[in-house]
Nanobody, 124 residues
Framework: QLQLVESGGGLVQAGGSLRLSCAAS????????MGWFRQAPGKEREFLAA????????YYPDSVKGRFTISRDNAKNTVSLQMNSLEPEDTAVYYC?????????????????WGQGTQVTVSS
């Protein structure tokens, strides 16, 4: 059973940066896709980035491409999301997620494991 724990959220001014981390425990293979999502009040959960744990290949939607970077550290069993040029519209709860296999998908319901979320607030 994979367990995910996010950290690194907080309050940042517009234009600033944050780095979120997701610690994964219970992983028994490299065949996982790790993803980051966010959910703002009253909105649906939004896909931000994904990485194949084995190969390190990544995928981003156009909405965050160039601002957000996902990476993984095999030695520490962590996946990170570096977020730059943050704006108030980026305020949300950010979630780490995982699914078995190597297929990258952008739909939240396709991910089997979720962290508890970490709040990111961007002030203007």
């Amino acid at each position: 059973q994979l367990q995910l724990v996010e950290s690194g959220g907080g309050l940042v001014q517009a234009g600033g940066s944050l780095r979120l981390s997701c610690a994964a425990s219970g992983r028994t293979s490299s065949d996982y896709v790790m993803g980051w999502f966010r959910q703002a009040p009253g909105k649906e959960r939004e896909f931000l980035a994904a990485i194949r744990w084995a190969s390190g290949s990544t995928y981003y939607p156009d909405s965050v491409k160039g601002r957000f970077t996902i990476s993984r550290d095999n030695a520490k069993n962590t996946v990170s999301l570096q977020m730059n040029s943050l704006e108030p519209e980026d305020t949300a709860v950010y979630y780490c997620a995982a699914r078995g296999g190597v297929l990258i998908v952008t739909i939240a319901n396709e991910y089997n494991y979720w962290g508890q979320g970490t709040q990111v607030t961007v002030s203007s």
